[in-house]
């Protein structure tokens, strides 16, 4: 069963081509999400297969159908997993989960865009490549920084580096929506959200 749930729970990564027509919004057995950011969508013929084997319950559907010699099913567009997936608690250091962090803004000037990362200490200085001493950065500010110090080339942090935790990480994500969400999916998406008195 173990083997199961790590690939639910990676699968959504995989084939984002699948995703272009009629998606569905993958939650956990609590009805969350597994993952805000990238959102974890899965093809819908991966949801219909889901479901044929008992292994998620269709929360919505769209309004397209598939046929079979024997049936017709509404393609889902919320599926709940029967059985939880641990969410995992360390957060692994990729390029992504970096700029998700520091928020899709260089870390140096704030401006958002083309982002490179740079080593706040720099290697060449003895500086390790960890969450701790890497920031997403611009091109005009990492090419201004070089491999000088930050009191050498001028430049301040917007806020120290740190290892985010799992739970901020994927808070972090919701603030980022993808460019579609179908109208059945936003209750799910935001339902934990703290409410603005």
């Known amino acids: 069963m173990q083997a199961d749930n790590h690939e639910f ?27 805000y950011y990238p959102l974890s969508l899965w093809s819908w013929q ?8 008992d292994r998620v319950d269709i929360v919505a559907e769209y309004e397209d159908e598939v046929h079979s ?29 970096l700029f998700l962090r520091d928020e899709f803004r260089c870390q140096y000037c704030g401006s958002k865009g083309d982002l490179t990362f740079d080593h ?16 997403a950065a611009c091109a005009p500010c990492n090419l ?25 990480l994927r808070n972090m994500g919701r603030r980022f929506p993808p460019n579609y969400l179908h109208a059945s999916w936003v209750d799910f998406l935001y339902w934990d959200a703290e409410l603005e008195a």
């Open 46 to 53: 991966d949801a219909v297969k889901a479901a044929w084997l």
């Open 144 to 168: 201004r920084k070089g491999s000088k110090s930050l009191r050498r080339a001028g430049l301040s942090l917007r806020k120290p580096p740190r290892r985010p935790a799992s739970e901020e």
């Open 69 to 97: 010699p024997s049936t017709t099913i509404r393609i889902p567009s919320v599926v709940v997993l029967k059985d939880y997936v641990k969410p995992q608690k360390r957060v692994a250091f990729t390029r992504f989960n």
């Open 120 to 135: 706040v200490v720099p290697r060449a200085s003895g500086g390790v490549t960890s969450w701790e001493n890497v920031v």
């Open 9 to 35: 729970r990676t699968d959504f990564v995989r084939s984002p081509g699948a995703l272009k027509q009629n998606p569905a919004l993958v939650l956990n057995a609590d009805y969350r999400p597994l993952s």
